[in-house]
C-alpha cells in the first residue's frame, strides 16, 4: 500500500514537471529572420513613399509660389502721369488761336482772308484781310512755341518714369510685372511720338500760315499795283506846289 503511494507520488512529480515544461517552452519567443527582413523592407519602403510625398507636397508648393509671382501685378504705374502728359499737350493743341485744326474753320478762312484779291474788293477789304493774315501768322508761331515749350518741359517727366519703369522692369518678380513693366515703357514712348506728332503739327500749322500770308501778300500787291497804275494808263507825274 505504501509503494501504491510513492508510486502514485512519482507519477504526480513527473506530470508537474510535464506540465512545467510545456508552460516554459509556451512562452519562448521564436525568432524568423526571413519574416523580420521583409518586416523592414516593407517599412523602409512606407517611409521612402512618405518622404516622396512630402518631396511632391514641397514641389507642389513651390509652383503655386512660382505661379502668385506670375501673376502678381507690378506695384509701380505711370499711367496716369503720362495721361497727365497727354492732356496738357492736347489742351494746347485745343487752345490754338485763330485759325485751328478744324477742316471747315481752315476752309472759309481761305474763301475769305486768304482768297485772290480781287478788282471787287475795296482797298478797305485788301488791308482788313492783310492785317488778319499777319495776326494768324503771329499767333501761329506763337502757339507752335507754346507746344514746344511744354514737351520740353515734359522731357523731365519722362526721364523720371524712364528710370523707375526700367528699374520696376528688372526687379519683376514674375511674368506679369516683366510685361506690365514693357506695357508702361511702350505707353512712355507713345505719349514721346505723340509730343513730337503735336510739336510738328504746331510748327507745320506755323509755316503754314506764314506761307499762306506770303502768297496772299503777293497776290493783294499785284491787285493793288494794277489799281496804283490804272485801267490801261500808266502813272503821269504832275506837279505840286507844297509850300507857299
Do not use: C
Not at 36 to 63: D, G, H, K, P, W
Not at 66 to 71: R, S
Not at 119 to 140: F, I, P, Y
Request: proline share 2%.
Amino acid at each position: 500500500m505504501r509503494r501504491l503511494h510513492q508510486v502514485a507520488a512519482v507519477g504526480l512529480i513527473v506530470l508537474s514537471s510535464a506540465q512545467a515544461l510545456r508552460s516554459a517552452s509556451a512562452q519562448w519567443i521564436v525568432f524568423d529572420p526571413n519574416n523580420y527582413a521583409q518586416n523592414v523592407l516593407t517599412a523602409a519602403r512606407e517611409l521612402q513613399q512618405i518622404n516622396n510625398q512630402i518631396t511632391s507636397l514641397q514641389n507642389q508648393a513651390q509652383m503655386l509660389i512660382n505661379q502668385a509671382k506670375h501673376l502678381a501685378s507690378l506695384p509701380y504705374s505711370s499711367l496716369q502721369q503720362l495721361e497727365q502728359s497727354i492732356q496738357r499737350t492736347q489742351q494746347l493743341l485745343r487752345a490754338a488761336q485763330r485759325i485751328a485744326y478744324d477742316v471747315q474753320q481752315i476752309d472759309r478762312a481761305f474763301s475769305t482772308t486768304y482768297a485772290p484779291a480781287s478788282a471787287s474788293m475795296s482797298d478797305e477789304v485788301l488791308v482788313t484781310n492783310a492785317q488778319a493774315r499777319w495776326q494768324n501768322a503771329v499767333a501761329g508761331l506763337q502757339d507752335a512755341m507754346r507746344v514746344q515749350a511744354i514737351v520740353v518741359g515734359n522731357l523731365g517727366s519722362n526721364r523720371t518714369q524712364m528710370s523707375a519703369l526700367v528699374t520696376a522692369s528688372q526687379g519683376a518678380t514674375g511674368a506679369l510685372q516683366a510685361s506690365q513693366a514693357g506695357n508702361q515703357l511702350l505707353a512712355l514712348q507713345a505719349q514721346q511720338l505723340a509730343d513730337l506728332t503735336a510739336t510738328v503739327a504746331a510748327q507745320g500749322r506755323a509755316q503754314s500760315l506764314e506761307s499762306a500770308q506770303r502768297a496772299a501778300a503777293q497776290d493783294q500787291g499785284r491787285e493793288q499795283l494794277r489799281r496804283f497804275l490804272g485801267q490801261g494808263q500808266a502813272y503821269q507825274p504832275t506837279s505840286v506846289q507844297m509850300f507857299h
